[in-house]
């Protein structure tokens, strides 16, 4: 697919038609990430891991490393 920049103002915008953001999953709240090797641009969703993951990660790093962390508490 080829897509050519438009003007936004002093600026240029590149249209994502909406099949491509379903591809993604990505909706217009998502973070994107735009990276370069000075010859691509590379447009990433930012992975987020949800808070209930987050929270089950802690627990699980909580009961295996309580003694530790508490001693390094102290």
Do not use: Y
């Not at 891991?49 to 390094?72: G, M, P, V, W, Y």
């Amino acid at each position: 697919m080829t897509k050519k920049l438009v003007r936004h103002g002093n600026s240029a915008a590149l249209i994502l038609d909406k099949p491509i953001l379903d591809l993604l999953n990505v909706t217009m709240d998502t973070p994107l990430e735009i990276t370069t090797d000075g010859r691509n641009i590379v447009i990433s969703p930012v992975s987020t891991i949800a808070e209930s993951e987050f929270t089950a990660s802690l627990d699980r790093i909580n009961r295996r490393f309580s003694q530790t962390l508490q001693k390094l508490g102290e």
